[in-house]
Nanobody, 125 residues
Framework: QVQVVESGGGLVQAGGSLRLSCIAT????????MGWFRQAPGKEREGVGC????????HYPDSVKGRFTISRDNAKNTMYLQMNSLKPENTAMYYC??????????????????WGQGTQVTVSS
């Protein structure tokens, strides 16, 4: 059974940093590209970034480019999201997901098969 579990969320002041972790079990981790998504209250879920199977390719939306960094450790079945210079508008539930897409990655949510339950990030002003 595939399980995807996020951790590391919390309350942080504007300008601060957080690192989220995502561990995926029950699948061959390095056969999956991975993605981070977020959903703020009253808004649609959106992509925050993605990473290919071996970490050679990443994609970010303009809204987080230069502030957020995705990495992965295939030996630990774990992906990370380092978030710097956080803003109040980054407050959201952050989700991790796994996609069977190989050799690249995508922010298209429909390409992801397995999702976690989310971890809350709150940025105070």
């Amino acid at each position: 059974q595939v399980q995807v579990v996020e951790s590391g969320g919390g309350l942080v002041q504007a300008g601060g940093s957080l690192r989220l972790s995502c561990i995926a079990t029950g699948l061959t981790f390095d056969a999956y590209s991975m993605g981070w998504f977020r959903q703020a209250p009253g808004k649609e879920r959106e992509g925050v970034g993605c990473i290919s199977q071996y970490g050679s390719i990443t994609h970010y939306p303009d809204s987080v480019k230069g502030r957020f960094t995705i990495s992965r450790d295939n030996a630990k079945n774990t992906m990370y999201l380092q978030m710097n210079s956080l803003k109040p508008e980054n407050t959201a539930m952050y989700y991790c997901a796994a996609s069977p897409l190989r050799f690249t990655c995508t922010l298209a949510q429909g390409r992801y098969d397995h999702w976690g339950q989310g971890t809350q990030v709150t940025v105070s002003s």
